[in-house]
């Protein structure tokens, strides 16, 4: 069965500063992983994902995250955020042989201080 | 605005009452699936749609939820006899042909539910 884990619910940097945010999956498979941002009051909005074309993926908004499959990692990464990236950021996996459907992590809330 | 849209975007309802969630999706899209997402936890998947068929259901959709897609457009959630226990968001996504896996879901802003 697949899962994904985000270690950190919240977390705070400050602006200009360097985020990560982790993402481990299982999957017996190789998987699809995806990263969606969703805004207060928003849906959610894809930010990247990996389809084993390359390991390290860019993203939307100066986003990028890194396939590990040693690690069965996929964290997300933004060398300097702004304030506007205040958001929940949620991982999500998906393969062709199980269901197909994606299985999300339980989200990671992002603060950005001024 | 073309990206998928759900109505109501807020619902207040007593328990034991029927309340009905409407999503449309983007319109080229044949793939529709509803998420349901509580406070602190990522969206879960409850069922999915390939044009007009239901080709799956989560055991998270209990005999008190039905879904329906006429005619493979707009799709409608029905909870009957709501409990406390289905408070939370309810999203829509949508998906073009192809890899089902692979292919990016857009979706909604989402049905909020509380049970009174």
């Known amino acids: 069965a697949q899962s994904v884990t985000q270690l950190g619910s919240h977390v705070s940097v400050s602006e200009g500063a360097l985020v990560l945010l982790r993402c481990n999956y299982s999957?017996?498979?190789?998987?699809?992983l995806f990263w969606y941002v969703q805004y207060p009051n928003q849906g959610l909005q894809l930010l990247l994902k990996?389809?084993?074309?390359?390991?390290l993926v860019k993203g939307i908004n100066g986003f990028e995250a890194e396939f590990k499959k040693s690690e069965t990692s996929f964290h997300l990464t933004k060398p300097s955020v702004h304030i506007s990236d205040t958001a929940e950021y949620f991982c999500?996996?998906?393969?062709?042989?199980?269901?197909?459907?994606?299985?999300f992590g339980p989200g990671t809330r992002l603060s950005v201080l001024p | 605005d073309t990206g998928v849209s759900q109505d109501p975007r807020h619902k207040i309802t007593k328990r034991g009452q029927n309340v009905t969630f409407r999503c449309d999706p983007i319109s080229e899209h044949n793939r529709l699936y509803w998420y349901r997402q509580t406070l602190g936890q990522g969206p879960e998947f409850l069922t999915y749609?390939?044009?007009?068929?239901?080709?799956?259901k989560s055991r998270l959709l209990s005999d008190r939820f039905s879904a329906e897609r006429p005619k493979g457009s707009f799709s409608t959630l029905e909870i009957q006899r709501t409990e406390q226990g289905d408070s939370a968001m309810y999203l829509c996504a949508s998906s073009p042909e192809g890899d089902r896996a692979y292919n990016e879901q857009f979706f909604g802003p989402g049905t909020r539910l509380t049970v009174l």
């Open positions: 749609f390939q044009n007009e068929a239901q080709l799956e």
């Open positions: 999500a996996v998906s393969d062709r042989n199980y269901g197909q459907n994606f299985v």
């Open positions: 999957s017996s498979v190789p998987p699809y």
């Open positions: 990996y389809t084993s074309a390359a390991t």
